[in-house]
């Protein structure tokens, strides 16, 4: 041994070099003692991970390698090594890397730093108390501004609702008799006046058909304002929703249509023990709704039309009104998909009356409808690339 | 919307090619971590790298703690990237803990995706039963404490340090680059929402090509972690790397590139021409 070397094995430090492939290469003897093992154990056998705490080793890992191969250099990285015999050394390291032509090598030297290990430890203990304790009183200070805040927004949202309810109200009675009312009586009059058809020219005739034709649009328009409209007076019934029994039943409902089939796959069992919770009266209204709403809009070329129905839980954030709030959830998605080109290939609005959907001419309110329920619900609704995805979040009762 | 989602999180943009490759880091990196092997493919791809919230050169003001306790979270600030880039078909390229964030994205939004390359994957890094994560509970506590000592007395000790390099004056700059994350709390948060995850039961909702890259030793995704995952997704290529070690792609850049090449190749031929 020369003296050099001499120097390297004896130094009160610990010297390592680690190759490319993460094994140790050359290591001193005072470190080898220190760790209790033999030098044919280490050399060419161990990686340098084995040397370390589990915490060590992933932060090597997923810190220090990167930060060496990226910076050349490390200084002042603190990591835990561990004897044979599974005691901890916790050391200091600084670390650089040697390319060569081929590859590289990374040289270590640490310090043990037991005794000032423990002094940080208590520094580390102190500053976590100082810290939670600082967290604490600014989140209670947080937490009260910010009640009064949703407080007084919440004053705001139930004056409006009241206000609202009452013209919701007004509204309905309108809906459901002052406007029927005289449409009726234009049914009446024109049933009676081509009851006299025999008085009547060919030109009479045909604008009587024409008075019935407006006004039946005018009445479908009209209930389905006045569908859309109850709605809001629905109290929902939270359940624990069978989805097969209920899109079995929805399936039982357009056993009519010929040439129809409805497929539905669940794909919610994955996550054991998890229901989910919604208004079964409220479901079944949006799915015979949509499920009107994409056999209708069909592409007429299409003879045999399969609707897909598929559901599973996806992790959504809750808050999706509020702005910067985040909670995810598990969720309910439901897709609705069908073969070839259909109707949600353009891409709904989902507004009262969409008038970009107008395919006979005929307003529809069903998509409208639909989204209303699904908000009822504490869900969104929204298509991409022909598909349309519901998802529907928890309800706090 | 765009300029600032770009900015948020670093978004940089290279190469040239008909399709896009969207590379994810993972914990405890930055997007530098891909600079060994995106300039065998900027040729051929457009290639869009970036810094999640918290990471990097992100805007560090726009981390929520509640939104990034958990991996959705992160999956949002990719389908935010992909969103404002108006991107189809990608190639996304996850690390790490980015696989997972990818596969959430792509669960939430398929329409994006249109492969997957996984580097080190892990569904979860816990033990359970019949299920070998490779780390108890009490090990990700000791990395914690691993962590907060890293960080006492010199808190930005993976910030950069100016050091004098005369033989390669080029690595002065990126010296003056901050590497990592330089924040503790949020580098706890990370390590809290990687580690403590669980989306096992994700992995068979992933049906596009796959390939998954698992090296040789790997002390963070061990091998029986990445057969697990090629198990669950279907039809996924599995390829055991002579690699060692988490991070192939700046240890051995030249295995990590071929693998993908092969992969793309096959996938998409037209480019061989």
């Known amino acids: 041994m020369n003296e050099w070397q001499n120097v390297y094995h004896k130094a009160p430090g610990y010297f390592l070099s680690i190759s490319h492939e993460n094994l140790i290469v050359r290591i001193n003897d005072f470190f080898l003692n220190e760790l209790g093992f033999s030098r044919d154990e280490v050399i060419g056998r161990l990686r340098v991970e084995e040397l370390l705490t589990v915490g060590g080793k992933i932060f090597f890992q997923t810190h220090v390698y990167p930060l060496v191969k990226m910076k050349r250099s490390a200084n002042e990285i603190y990591l835990s090594f561990l004897t044979k015999d599974k005691r901890e050394i916790p050391v200091l390291l600084n670390i650089s890397i040697e390319d060569f032509q081929e590859n590289y090598e990374i040289h270590c030297i640490g310090l043990p730093i037991s005794r000032r290990h423990n002094f940080e430890q208590e520094l580390i203990e102190a500053r976590k108390i100082a810290e939670k304790t600082l967290q604490e009183n600014k989140e209670v200070i947080n937490a009260r501004t910010e009640l009064e805040r949703v407080k007084k927004a919440l004053e705001r949202q139930l004056r409006t609702l009241s206000q609202k309810n009452s013209h919701q109200i007004e509204l309905n009675k309108v809906l459901s008799h002052d406007l029927q009312e005289p449409l009726r009586k234009i049914g009446i009059f024109s049933s009676m006046l081509s009851g006299q058809q025999d008085n009547l020219n060919d030109k009479v005739l045909e604008t009587i058909d024409k008075i019935f034709e407006s006004s039946s649009k005018v009445r479908e328009l009209l209930d389905g304002l006045q569908r859309y409209n109850s709605l809001d007076s629905k109290n929902i019934e939270l359940t624990e929703v069978d989805l097969s029994a209920l899109i079995q039943k929805i399936k039982e409902n357009f056993s009519g249509f010929p040439n129809l089939a409805i497929v539905f796959e669940d794909q919610t069992s994955v996550l054991d023990g998890w229901r989910y919770q919604g208004d079964n009266n409220l479901l079944s209204s949006f799915f015979r709704e949509l499920l009107t709403y994409i056999i209708r809009y069909k592409k007429s070329q299409v003879d045999f039309l399969t609707i897909k129905i598929s559901a599973d839980i996806i992790k959504s954030n809750v808050y999706a009104e509020t702005k910067d709030q985040y909670l995810y959830e598990n969720c309910l998605r439901l897709t609705f998909s069908s073969d070839g080109e259909n109707v949600f290939q353009s891409t709904p609005t989902f507004e009262l009356f969409d008038r970009s959907q107008l395919l006979d001419e005929k307003m529809d309110i069903s998509l409208a409808f639909c989204k209303k329920i699904v908000q009822m619900l504490n869900g969104t609704i929204s298509t991409q690339a022909g598909k349309l995805y519901a998802i529907f979040g928890t309800i706090q009762q | ?273």
């Open chain 2, 1 to 273: 919307m765009t300029a600032s989602i770009l900015d948020r999180n670093n978004v940089t943009i290279s190469g040239q090619g008909q399709r896009t490759m969207l590379m994810a880091h993972g914990f405890g990196c930055d997007q530098n971590m891909w600079r060994y092997v995106i300039p065998e493919f900027q040729n051929e791809y457009r290639i869009i790298l970036f810094d999640y919230v918290g990471c990097g050169q992100s805007d560090i003001n726009s981390y929520k703690v509640d939104r990034y306790s958990t991996l959705d979270g992160y999956a949002q600030d990719v389908l935010d990237i992909c969103k404002a880039l108006d991107l189809k078909d990608v190639i996304f390229v996850g690390h790490s803990v980015s696989c997972v964030i990818g596969m959430l994205a792509f669960i939430q939004n398929p329409e994006f995706f249109g492969s997957m390359i996984m580097i080190g994957p892990s569904p979860r890094y816990i033990n359970d039963k019949n299920y070998v994560g490779g780390f108890e509970q009490k090990d990700l506590e000791d990395l914690l404490d691993v962590m907060d000592k890293n960080y006492i007395g010199w808190a930005n000790f993976l910030a950069p340090v100016v050091m004098k390099n005369d033989e390669r004056p080029e690595l002065t700059k990126e010296l003056e680059e901050s590497f990592c994350s330089t924040d503790p709390i949020i580098t706890r948060q990370f390590a809290r929402a990687t580690f403590f995850s669980d989306n096992r039961s994700d992995l068979s909702k992933i049906d596009i090509p796959v390939l998954i890259l698992q090296c040789a030793d790997d002390a963070i995704a061990p091998d029986s972690v990445g057969n697990y995952v090629s198990l669950q997704i279907k039809g996924s290529k599995f390829i055991r790397m002579e690699a060692t070690g988490h991070c192939p792609h700046m240890s051995h850049p030249q295995e990590t590139i071929r693998h993908m090449e092969t992969f793309l190749y096959e996938l998409y031929p037209m480019h061989q021409q």
